[in-house]
């Protein structure tokens, strides 16, 4: 549909149209792990093409096809280009994907009681619940993603423990107050297999519902690394 006396498209398909472009830039599994990383700090784009296996030419142009639908932004440090989501409503954007996901569509509930609930078939615990223990001293709050994610912004309080050093490191964690673990969202499978670990190993463990870039983008205190 066009403007009666123009050619060009009626308001309403025009905005249509951009929502449409958005909508394409989520349609590709590696844009939506991209944006994973991103929920979790600045990154250059050498660093995300490791992260999700893939060339650099080909990240890239994810990347690319993420900045012109307004969900990432980009900017020059030297001879380096470093990427961030374009804002914490890209986050609940994402979030909004997956639940509708879950709510509607079989493979995804399929996939989830698969794998994801064979990990950890308890329910997470909340934000809010999590805020509240915290701060009775009740829970040991554990981020098991890398180091330098938990320098970029972890829950305040947080012990750092990657997943691969957990087994090496079980010493650090009170053994009589339950361990809250998380990562870098809802899929983030490092929280649910620390989760397995920790149990396997007599802990009192649960996950957090959904990760930092989550918890973060609901405007929750977070802490960063000294520089």
């Known amino acids: 549909m066009t403007?009666?006396?123009s050619t060009r498209?009626?308001?309403?398909?025009a905005l249509f149209e951009q929502l449409a472009l958005i909508a394409k830039a989520l349609s590709q599994p590696l844009?939506?792990?991209?944006?994973e990383h991103l929920g979790q700090g600045e990154r250059p784009v050498e660093a995300l093409a490791n992260l999700i296996g893939q060339s650099l030419a080909n990240t890239s142009h994810h990347l690319l096809v993420l900045r012109r639908a307004g969900l990432a932004e980009a900017r020059k440090q030297g001879v380096r280009v470093l990427y961030r989501?374009?804002?914490d409503d890209v986050v609940d954007l994402l979030n909004a994907l997956r639940l509708t996901g879950e709510?509607?569509?079989a493979e995804v509930e399929r996939v989830l009681a698969g794998y994801f609930r064979t990990r950890d078939n308890m329910e997470p615990?909340?934000?809010?619940?999590?805020?509240r223990r915290a701060k009775g001293g009740l829970v040991t709050v554990l981020d098991v993603r890398p180091a330098g994610e938990f320098a970029a912004g972890h829950l305040p309080g947080a012990i750092n423990i990657p997943l691969s050093d957990l087994g090496?490191?079980?010493?650090?964690l009170p053994e009589?107050?339950?361990?809250?673990a998380y990562c870098r969202g809802a899929y983030c499978v490092l929280s649910f297999e620390a989760v397995a670990e920790l149990r396997k190993k007599g802990f009192k463990a649960r996950r957090l519902e959904e990760g930092y870039p989550e918890w973060h983008a609901a405007g929750l205190p977070v802490t960063h690394a000294p520089e």
């Not at 844009?31 to 944006?35: D, I, S």
């Not at 090496?168 to 650090?172: I, S």
């Not at 009589?176 to 809250?180: A, K």
Request: charged letters at 40%; glycine letters at 2%; aromatic letters at 0%.
């Open 31 to 35: 844009r939506l792990e991209l944006m």
């Open 3 to 5: 403007d009666v006396n």
């Open 176 to 180: 009589n107050r339950e361990v809250v």
């Open 168 to 172: 090496k490191r079980l010493k650090e």
């Open 9 to 13: 498209p009626a308001p309403k398909t």
């Open 125 to 131: 615990l909340s934000r809010e619940e999590l805020l």
């Open 103 to 105: 709510r509607h569509n």
């Open 85 to 87: 989501l374009s804002g």
